[in-house]
């Protein structure tokens, strides 16, 4: 049987381990987030679309602070910053590294099922999201700008 997202767990940005088997039935929104990004504003708009859709569909946050140091803070500041300032209601995780040798599994299987432009596998930058579907199977990739 071929892997899916659902085979993999995450620590939430409380550090309680979950098993994204949680999600299953749902279509899921895996977003790579940072706090002092350009692309932060979309915050408002995952939250959104949360909101709306959280009966069919969840986002999950990643945080990272790969590209251009961008999610310096602790797992309390990150959360509080969402909470705060996008009132973020769905799931965050604990930082992670989406590329290199230190990438998180996750991220490694999401980028093998869904590689970019001329199928190269690297995440150019953050908000970089992957639509999984209800089974755990990688959709689509969409870039920062989407």
Not at 36 to 50: F, V
Not at 96 to 118: S, T
Request: aromatic fraction near 14%.
């Amino acid at each position: 049987m071929s892997q899916t997202l659902h085979d993999f767990k995450a620590k939430t940005i409380n550090g309680k381990e979950i098993s994204l088997e949680d999600f299953k039935g749902k279509l899921k929104l895996v977003v790579n987030t940072a706090s002092h990004c350009g692309y932060t504003p979309q915050y408002k708009g995952l939250e959104e679309l949360y909101k709306k859709y959280q009966d069919k569909l969840v986002v999950l946050g990643f945080p990272c602070n790969q590209f251009g140091k961008q999610e310096p803070g602790d797992a309390k500041d990150i959360s509080s910053f969402c909470e705060l300032n996008y009132g973020v209601t769905f799931p965050l995780f604990s930082k992670v590294d989406v590329n290199g040798d230190n990438a998180d599994p996750i991220f490694k299987f999401l980028k093998r099922e869904a590689p970019g432009l001329f199928g190269t596998e690297m995440i150019k930058w953050n908000f970089t999201k992957f639509l999984v579907d209800q089974n755990g199977k990688v959709i689509k990739r969409y870039s920062s700008m989407t």
